[in-house]
């Protein structure tokens, strides 16, 4: 989705998942240039009609639920999603929707930038 409702995003653009209710997932590749522990963290989108989701990297949960319910459409500052070993190269981190506040209209997670900050 490129720039609206107020709010620029990196690269003019976010990757918005339009999810339509629980379970649903979404996975994104990305790489890792060596070996290491490594800090991640998320820009991730706030809106009315933003669900609940949470995160895992390689299959294995990161994180707690990001709660994406908001009143105006907004970026986030960087939410962390804890960290973890990981060998050079690809990696997979998937969105799942787990849910949505009770006030929110829909179940959709936007995500803006991913960080990954080599620890060790």
């Known amino acids: 989705q490129g720039n609206c409702c107020g709010v620029v995003w990196s690269g003019d653009a976010q990757l918005w998942f339009r999810a339509t209710g629980p379970k649903q997932r979404l ?30 990297v390689d299959g294995e949960l990161v994180g707690g639920t990001f709660h994406g319910h908001a009143t105006e459409v907004r970026t986030t500052d960087w939410v962390g ?9 690809t990696h997979r981190l998937t ?17 803006d930038r991913l960080r990954l900050t080599r620890t060790g």
Request: no cysteine; aromatic share 8%.
């Open 27 to 56: 996975t994104v590749e990305f790489s890792v240039p060596r070996d290491g522990a490594y800090d991640l963290a998320a820009v991730l989108t706030q809106a009315s009609d933003y669900g609940d989701a949470t995160f895992a």
């Open 95 to 111: 969105v799942t929707v787990v849910g949505k506040d009770d006030r929110a209209d829909g179940y959709a997670v936007g995500l």
């Open 81 to 89: 999603l804890g960290s973890r070993t990981l060998a050079r190269g």
